[in-house]
């Protein structure tokens, strides 16, 4: 159960929000580097821990392209996916801190990923430098047509009558989709039954043939099939209504005021970056959510501006991880690496 003191610190935290192989040891803390010159002097490259066409991977496409005349340097995309994110966030972490290695990461590798893996190969605070926040959104809860409920509390009432027989679909064991409903299960008192799949298509498409019948994914993989009458909405995972689908009632609204579940996307860099580096980057990626045009792409992808100060940022990090520590543990979340 997530304890009362997070609850109110995640809601200080998001008040400023317009909004593997996993390695032995922690990634080393290197001292700052000295700038040769004004900084930047050369291309930075920005570290995506997803493949290409992944939405975190989209935001820092979008973002690098806006950054370069405001730095006057190239941003170059680097895409190093693998392990749930672990790889390339992990790879930020052990780069030289000198400004010209950040990367993009989010919840799953950076605060999540801690309460899964004993050996994780770097510690989300202590191995980072928190940059700038970029965009916040929620998920969908789902079902299929053939589960007789229509709201969260028809959900609960169901579930507690058929112990252990509603099936909801993730994109694999410790996911954030697995996660969403391990959270709402704990804090319901439900017993649901977990089914991962490789991917949350894979998940998406049982879920459509019946075969499974509930589940939690981003708006932009539900809300199409929502409005089609192929899936029915029961609630948004976020406490606040998401302008996405501003007519779906967020869970908290339903009678399960504690539950709050929400993604989001931030600049991180090495621990030890000097700090006009770390203030250069951090004006950039402001000016550029600022920018016309930043809000309206985020929405298209079910997301909005996150305003956090950088202390802020290092802040929500913290919280984040202990609260999914939290979660993992209660649930029994295991996995090997």
């Not at 606040?240 to 609204?253: C, G, K, L, M, N």
């Not at 649930?331 to 690496?337: D, Q, T, V």
């Amino acid at each position: 159960m997530i304890e009362t003191k997070m609850k109110h610190q995640r809601r200080s935290f998001l008040a400023g929000a317009g909004a593997s192989a996993a390695l032995v040891g922690s990634a080393p803390v290197r001292p700052a580097i000295a700038q040769a010159g004004p900084y930047p002097n050369k291309p930075i490259r920005l570290v995506v821990a997803y493949p290409p066409g992944n939405s975190s991977d989209l935001v820092a496409r979008f973002v690098a392209e806006r950054m370069m005349p405001i730095l006057g340097q190239a941003v170059i995309v680097d895409n190093r996916g693998g392990a749930g994110g672990t790889i390339g966030t992990e790879h930020v972490a052990r780069q030289a801190p000198d400004g010209y290695a950040i990367g993009i990461s989010n919840a799953g590798p950076l605060t999540i990923a801690p309460g899964l893996y004993q050996n994780l190969a770097y510690d989300p605070v202590r191995d980072f430098t928190h940059v700038a926040p970029l965009a916040i959104g929620s998920h969908l809860f789902v079902v299929h047509p053939s589960l007789p409920v229509n709201t969260i509390q028809d959900l609960i009432a169901y579930a507690k009558a058929h112990p252990g027989r509603v099936l909801y679909g993730s994109s694999g064991n410790g996911s954030t989709a697995h996660l969403a409903m391990a959270l709402f299960a704990q804090l319901t008192g439900v017993e649901l039954t977990h089914v991962p799949y490789r991917g949350s298509s894979a998940a998406m498409n049982d879920l459509l043939a019946g075969r499974i019948t509930l589940a939690s994914d981003t708006l932009v993989a539900t809300t199409e099939l929502v409005r089609t009458g192929r899936l029915r909405a029961l609630g948004v995972t976020s406490k606040e209504r998401s302008h996405f689908v501003p007519d779906i009632a967020p869970i908290a609204e339903q009678g399960v005021p504690d539950y709050d579940f929400y993604g989001w996307i931030a600049v991180m860099g090495p621990a030890g970056m000097p700090e006009p580096a770390v203030q250069k980057i951090h004006e950039a990626v402001t000016a550029v959510t600022r920018q016309p045009g930043f809000e309206s792409r985020m929405g298209e992808m079910g997301l909005f501006p996150m305003r956090h100060t950088r202390a802020q940022l290092r802040e929500f990090v913290q919280f984040d991880v202990a609260r999914w520590r939290t979660v993992i543990s209660t649930a029994g979340i295991r996995i090997e690496g």
